[in-house]
């Protein structure tokens, strides 16, 4: 199974659709052995995203001691939702947080950033599912949120975007519809404020919709082992 080439595969669908900027395809490796990630990298992958920071740290820390140079040209993304406990080990080890679901983690990830000199990238993870399991903010509690958000962004701790995730339901009207409200509310709020959305079963339409950040596992590594 060649990693790489499914990665250029459907990185190339993706800008088959001329998207306004060029989008970056994080290929999502949680669940993949070290092996996988390994090869991935030896193929030209450079973005990373996964959601179990422990796993994370055991397979990139081992890949970084095998080859040195990994270690400047992999960007981590770090794809769940971010639990207090975990900004710890977040900062300095992952560029990227897509699951920032309140005002409170991002001002300990704000804190942890500076403290250790280290930069972050955060996306705000809103909730335009309506389904309460979900994690993020809803658009209403954003715009209460949005100054306290600005004074927050720094050089160490910077505003990237929105991430969003498409209905558990996974059915196509109501993701367009997700898709279509979070493009929307980028538009009225920042054109500078990127998107973080899209997986393997629908990164098309999220590209359609402006997303800048595809985050897709599955069809380039295959079925997880659980
Ligand atoms: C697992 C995961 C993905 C990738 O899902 P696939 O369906 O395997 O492409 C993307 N985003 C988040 C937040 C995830 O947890």
Known sequence: MEYGTKYKEILAEIRSLSPATDPILIAVSKKQPYEVIKQAYNEGIRHFGENYIQEAVEKFSKLFSEIPESKEQIKLHHIGPLQSGNIKKVVGFFQYVHGVGS????????????????????F???????????????????????????????????????????????????????????????????????????????????????????????????????
Do not use: H
């Not at 942890?112 to 955060?122: G, L, S, T, W």
């Open 103 to 122: 005002l409170s983690a991002l001002k300990e990830l704000k804190k942890r950033a500076e403290k250790e000199r280290q930069k972050i990238y955060f």
């Open 124 to 226: 705000i993870q809103l909730n335009l599912t309506n389904e309460s399991q979900k994690n993020g903010i809803d658009p209403t509690e954003f715009l209460e949120l949005k100054d306290s958000i600005r004074d927050i962004n720094s050089e160490l701790c910077q505003w990237e975007g929105f991430m969003v995730m498409g209905p558990s339901s996974g059915e196509a009207k109501e993701t367009e519809r997700v898709f279509e409200s979070a493009s929307n509310l980028r538009n009225s709020f920042s054109p500078k404020v990127k998107l973080s959305m899209g997986m393997s079963g629908d990164y098309l339409m999220a590209t359609r919709y402006g997303s800048d950040y595809l985050r897709v596992g599955s069809l380039i590594f295959g079925e997880r082992n659980i």
